[in-house]
């Protein structure tokens, strides 16, 4: 049981605290339980007291926030569960046949040769989601708390070092005012926190204002992944078919690329995954989606079809030169908080099991030699660089970069693995200048959009597509995206608009921000569509959106992608 102690907040102690229950922190907390439990088995003369290891997860249950591609490759898994198929992981196929085309508008063209780091014949599709529930289980049954539906809001700092969490309150109105029931958050001390909140997390973010954790010469890169998981007839794929692309519908200056996952013979995991960058914000993820699935290959899969899921996450993706320090006083960061994720082979599960693995190895040191210092915690990054992670976020160091100066020169630098000399972003044409309303260029991108009309059975409205992420809120309760009123007058309303022609409305892949134009320009938010994905707190070219976590319990309800 965790202890009380009496404070403002009702205050609870926990060793260490998880923040977030993806790959990454629950594969932590369960190598940590294993470790202690086998050095209490093979050495009972130093016997460590059980801590209390917590999880803490936004979500209604871990795995309804976890969206992604899903190809996994098993080896980090295999070493904290060698019998991971008899603990029923569920696997849904391995990868059977796997291509890499080029699009044009109406043909695809095969990539005549895979280099070795694009190949997925060892991978294993799996659906994330399923995943983080079936991993949530074995660490309950392993003994640690999981508590769902709680935020973390805050890290509460004494004397230079991470001491305590606070999560979310309950029951607060829009207007700041308690609801019947109103439950404030709970601080929960800990010796340490672990965090892996995923991308662009909000932890993370006052942790780096704090602490200084992203590295001064390299900006983090992230892109908006939008997918849709759908039903197929008979016949369209085979279970274990993976499909990348490139090129169309989009420009060569724009990073991206689709996927397509025959999860099943009838079930398909397709996406588009677009830069989210505040210097092009007029990326629109949702409408690069719809307008991959009307490319004949992929129109050529899904009509007849049916939609069952749709979501959307940011990922993390400047790779080895753009990771954040690694640890702090009082907390360590894993999985794609870490920055964590190999682009060039678009995956990411193996590396936040294996960072999770490393911290929780990091972790029994110091309860063993009971120093939780910064000092005992530096000991992660070291074992970081002595891992096979190092080793292949080192190898891919330069792929993602190579790609700031467009598609092509950037195949030309992957493809033929040049060195790229500095990592300077290329400072494309001035954005405020192409992007202004009544340029030739942003005018035919909002005529584009206004023009496309879904169907409604292969494309999809944002508002269509939203149902299909279960994605709901509590109504009253304040706005989690933090903008202030003088910025919504003085720059949504005036200088966005001129300058930008207010992009946030095309890069929310949920449709959270409108502008209503009547009379005078006004902003409307809809925040109980957020999807999570965090591409507002990215894309927004001035800086003045802060994404922070609602209420926990609220947002989509992933189950099957
Ligand atoms: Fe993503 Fe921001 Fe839109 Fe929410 S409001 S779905 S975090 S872009």
């Not at 102690?13 to 594969?27: E, H, K, M, R």
């Amino acid at each position: 049981m965790l202890s009380k102690v009496e404070t403002q907040h009702e205050t609870i102690d926990a060793d260490i605290v998880f923040a977030g229950a993806g790959p990454a922190g629950l594969s932590a907390a369960i190598h940590l339980r294993q470790l202690i439990d086998r050095h209490n088995l093979t050495s009972p003369e130093r016997m460590i007291e059980e801590p209390e290891l917590l999880v803490l997860e936004k979500s209604r249950h871990s795995g309804g926030h976890l969206l992604s591609g899903a190809l996994l490759d098993p080896c980090s898994l295999k070493r904290l569960f060698p019998d991971f198929i008899e603990r029923g992981c569920p696997v849904e196929t391995g990868v059977s046949d796997e291509s890499v085309w080029f699009l044009t508008r109406r043909n695809k063209i095969p990539l005549p040769y895979l280099p070795e780091p694009f190949r997925n014949d060892r991978s294993l599709v799996i659906s994330i989601s399923k995943f983080g529930s079936w991993l949530q289980r074995q660490a309950e049954e392993l003994g640690i708390t999981v508590l769902d539906s709680t935020a973390v809001m805050e890290p509460v700092i004494e004397e230079g070092r991470v001491t305590a969490i606070r999560t979310d309150d309950k029951g607060t109105g829009k207007n700041g005012q308690k609801k019947p029931g109103a439950e404030p958050g709970l601080q929960i001390n800990t010796r340490t926190l672990v965090v892996g909140e995923g991308s662009r997390g909000s932890i993370f973010r006052q942790l780096d204002e704090r602490f200084g954790l992203q590295p001064q010469n390299v900006a983090q890169i992230y892109e908006t992944g939008v997918k849709e998981v759908w039903k197929v007839p008979e016949g369209r794929v085979k279970a274990g078919d993976v499909h990348h692309t490139f090129g169309y519908p989009l420009p060569s200056s724009v990073y991206g690329g689709g996927w397509i996952y025959a999860m099943t013979d009838t079930s398909v995991s397709l996406g588009f995954v677009s830069t989210a960058e505040p210097d092009n914000p007029t990326i629109d993820p949702h409408w690069n989606l719809q307008q991959f699935k009307l490319h004949p290959f992929v129109t050529s899969i899904l009509e007849g079809g049916s939609l069952l899921e749709y979501g959307a996450k940011t990922i993390t993706s400047g790779g080895y030169h753009a990771m954040p320090a690694l640890y702090g006083p009082g907390f360590l960061l894993v999985g794609e908080t870490a920055g964590m994720v190999n682009m060039q082979r678009l995956k990411g599960i193996h590396l936040a099991i294996s960072s999770g693995m490393l911290a929780a190895e990091t972790l029994f040191a110091a309860l063993l030699n009971d120093d939780f210092s910064a000092e005992g915690l530096k000991d992660y990054a070291r074992r970081f660089e002595m891992s096979d992670a190092h080793s292949e976020l080192h190898a891919a160091r330069h792929y993602r970069q190579a790609f700031n100066d467009g598609l092509y020169s950037g195949l030309v630098k992957a493809g033929l693995k040049l060195s790229v000399p500095g990592l300077k972003r290329t400072e494309r044409s001035s954005p405020k200048e192409r992007l202004k309303p009544g340029n030739r260029a942003y005018e035919s991108f909002v005529r584009k959009r206004e023009n496309f009309r879904p169907d409604g059975r292969l494309t999809f409205s944002r508002s269509d597509d939203l149902y299909a992420s279960a994605t709901r809120h509590e109504e009253d309760q304040p706005c989690h995206l933090k903008i202030s009123p003088d910025d919504i007058s003085a720059i949504c309303a005036v200088q966005c608009r001129e300058e930008y022609g207010n992009p946030c409305q095309y890069f929310c892949p949920a449709g959270v921000y409108e502008i209503d134009h009547d009379a005078t320009p006004v902003l409307r938010l809809n925040p109980s569509n957020c999807l999570h994905c965090k591409t507002c707190d990215i894309a927004d070219p001035y800086g003045i959106i802060t994404w922070t976590p609602p209420e926990g319990g609220g947002g989509p309800d992933y189950k099957t992608c």
